[in-house]
Nanobody
Framework: QVQLVESGGGLVQSGGSLRLSCAASGSRISIYTMGWYRQAPGKQRELVAAITSGGSTNYADSVKGRFTISRDNAKNTVYLQMNSLKPEDTAVYYC???????????WGQGTQVTVSS
């Protein structure tokens, strides 16, 4: 089973950038679809971006053109580059691993991103 630890969150001004990292251990992520989700106070958790083992990506409409998901299987790490941040991007960001054969899902503990106006 894979364990996930997010890092890179923090406080940034509107228009700024952050890069989140999700380090995996316990299993190689090469056969997992990896995703970033976020949850703002009082709202449901939502998909931000995902990347398959083959490198295909998809993004929420609200972040297209601003966020980029990538993976480094050698480092067992997934990244989320966030540019042109807006106050509405403020949320706890979670990393998720979805095994493409067994469908096992694992979540990280989350990292807080706060964007000030």
């Amino acid at each position: 089973q894979v364990q996930l630890v997010e890092s890179g969150g923090g406080l940034v001004q509107s228009g700024g950038s952050l890069r989140l990292s999700c380090a995996a251990s316990g299993s190689r992520i090469s056969i997992y679809t990896m995703g970033w989700y976020r949850q703002a106070p009082g709202k449901q958790r939502e998909l931000v971006a995902a990347i398959t083992s083959g490198g295909s990506t998809n993004y929420a409409d609200s972040v297209k053109g601003r966020f980029t998901i990538s993976r480094d299987n050698a480092k067992n790490t997934v990244y989320l580059q966030m540019n042109s941040l807006k106050p509405e991007d403020t949320a706890v960001y979670y990393c998720r691993a979805h095994h493409q054969v067994t469908f096992y899902i694992s979540w990280g503990q989350g990292t807080q991103v706060t964007v000030s106006s």
